[in-house]
């Protein structure tokens, strides 16, 4: 009897074993059903999140802004892109703090202060006068000239962009400061147009004035110590800059054709006689214009 009972005690504890290896291997697949059931929930909502990012961002220009959301209603409907250019009003409002501004020149979305958590929303209106947008354009200019930013732009350059930028009045992406390495100079944005609408014929086209970083050579006014016919019948005048911009000027090689021209008044004659501005002994001054 007694072997009976170790026998009936060890199926006992065999029995009981395989019930708590049971349990356990139960209690294993639950926890990892759990664990799998939570991470593919997250991994479905983040596919999702993301899916719908990327499907907005697909629609609506890509503007360098990591935001969650940007909405877009045009004359009171929802849209998935932005209207082409037109004489539409702008609103735009930001979320946790980032202020966004609707930027007419290059037609784009301008944010500060940006948020990784901010929603966006933009409105389109339709009516917006022709007077109106002109002066959101010229605003929007007077932003570029007037702001030192000293970024290289090079790239516009090679690519041909940056006339198209000056010409179409847009000056989108660039600055004063801002510069191009062309003919082995560098040439800085020193103004944006500077000169439009000046002279006695007006010069209607968009533009940029260049400089180069460095001085291009030096040079003489005049071979002798004359100020005779003034700017116009100097040597620099005559001579040395109407050769740079040639075709095998380091001007002229460097932008060519899209050199433009403007009227000015220059000196043309010197009385040596007049008294100079500067005082002193000095004498001499332009008395004469064209």
Not at 9 to 24: P, S
Not at 199 to 207: M, R, V
Not at 218 to 225: E, H, L, P
Request: net charge negative; hydrophobic share 35%.
């Amino acid at each position: 009897m007694g072997g009976g009972l170790l026998e009936t005690n060890n199926q006992l504890e065999r029995f009981t074993g395989v019930k708590k290896n049971k349990k356990m291997i139960y209690s294993i697949v639950g926890i990892l059903l759990i664990i799998g059931s939570i991470t593919l929930y997250k991994t479905f909502a983040f596919y999702e999140e993301k899916k719908s990012f990327n499907i907005l961002k697909g629609r609506i220009p890509d503007f360098g802004y990591d935001i969650k959301l940007l909405s877009v209603v045009v004359n009171d409907k929802k849209s998935d892109s932005i209207p082409e250019r037109g004489l539409y009003k702008t609103n735009v409002h930001c979320t946790n703090g980032t202020f966004g501004e609707w930027d007419y020149n290059n037609w784009n979305l301008v944010l500060n202060n940006v948020s990784s958590e901010s929603k966006c929303n933009i409105e389109f209106t339709s009516g917006l006068s022709e007077e109106e947008y002109n002066k959101y354009i010229e605003a929007g200019k007077a932003l570029h000239r007037n702001t030192y930013r000293g970024k290289d732009i090079t790239r516009y350059y090679t690519d041909g962009s940056l006339y198209t930028r000056i010409s179409n009045g847009s000056f989108e992406d660039i600055y004063v400061g801002d510069y191009i390495i062309a003919n082995d100079v560098t040439w800085i944005i020193a103004d944006l147009d500077n000169y439009l609408y000046t002279g006695d014929t007006q010069l209607t086209k968009h533009h940029a004035t260049i400089i180069p970083a460095i001085p291009l050579m030096d040079a003489k006014m005049n071979d002798t110590d004359t100020t005779e016919g003034g700017y116009i019948g100097s040597k620099m005048a005559k001579d040395i800059l109407p050769n740079l911009i040639t075709v095998n000027g380091v001007i002229g090689k460097a932008f060519g054709i899209h050199i433009i021209e403007y009227r000015t008044i220059l000196s043309n004659s010197i009385d040596a006689n007049a008294i100079n501005q500067s005082g002193g002994v000095w004498k001499g001054a332009s008395n004469n214009w064209a």
